[in-house]
């Protein structure tokens, strides 16, 4: 069975803080994501990464930094926590290219961000 | 302004009613997907449509894709507890696949 594993479901974190939330995907994919939900506004992409050692900018990488170091791992880095970053993050990886063919994103379970 | 509009946005409804569920643009998609999301879970993928007209069923669920590719619906028939949850679209416009959207999604209550 396919599987996406956030490293922590629920954290509360102080402004200025440094944040790290880990992915760790066992299906070989090369393609990774991590997403922000936020309700009323969807999923927005916040970085993605297509190989190792490769990252682009989604549509909202201010504030955020990430880490793709081997295939399996990917890491979002929130460099000084401010509190516009609480929130939901999803880390998603896919076979395909975003938009490529008919690719499928397999979601982890979310890491629900607040931050005081 | 959302490039993908989900319609409605809340929805709470009877086990047994039947309910559909939008997805509209203005712009052409290559393909659109839906997901479903659970209460404290990430999205599943349900389906995806890639040919205008296209109609799929999954069980009681069935997926249109509009015969111009700017819309997709869900419809859902005698819906049960367990329909319950947050029923996102999402896909790639036809001219740019490097970008994907996702809708703002419609969550779906389903009462027993």
């Known amino acids: 069975d396919v599987k996406v594993t956030q490293s922590s479901r629920y954290l509360v974190k102080r402004t200025g803080e440094k944040v790290f939330l880990e992915c760790v995907q066992d299906m070989d994919h090369e393609n990774m994501f991590w997403y922000r939900q936020d309700p009323g506004l969807g999923l927005r992409l916040i970085y993605f990464s297509y190989d190792v050692k490769m990252k682009e900018k989604g549509d909202i990488p201010e504030g955020y930094s990430v880490s793709r170091e081997k295939k399996e791992r990917f890491s979002l880095i929130l460099e000084s926590a401010s509190t516009n970053q609480t929130s939901m993050y999803l880390c998603?990886?896919?076979?395909?290219?975003?938009?490529?063919?008919?690719?499928?994103?397999?979601f982890g379970e979310g890491s629900r961000l607040t931050v005081l | 302004t959302q490039l993908l509009e989900q319609s409605p946005q809340f929805l709470s409804i009877q086990e047994g009613e039947n309910l559909t569920v939008y997805c509209n643009s203005s712009s052409v998609f290559s393909s659109l997907q839906w997901y479903r999301q659970e209460p404290g879970e990430g999205p599943v993928l349900l389906v995806t449509v890639v040919t205008g007209g296209e109609v799929k069923k999954l069980k009681r669920l069935t997926f249109q894709f509009g015969d111009a590719r700017k819309d997709s619906s869900l419809h859902i028939t005698a819906a049960q507890p367990g329909d319950t949850g947050l029923y996102l679209c999402a896909g790639p416009l036809i001219y740019n696949f490097n970008k994907f959207y996702f809708g703002s999604g419609t969550k779906l209550n389903v009462k027993p």
């Open positions: 998603a990886s896919s076979l395909s290219r975003l938009g490529r063919g008919t690719g499928e994103l397999f």
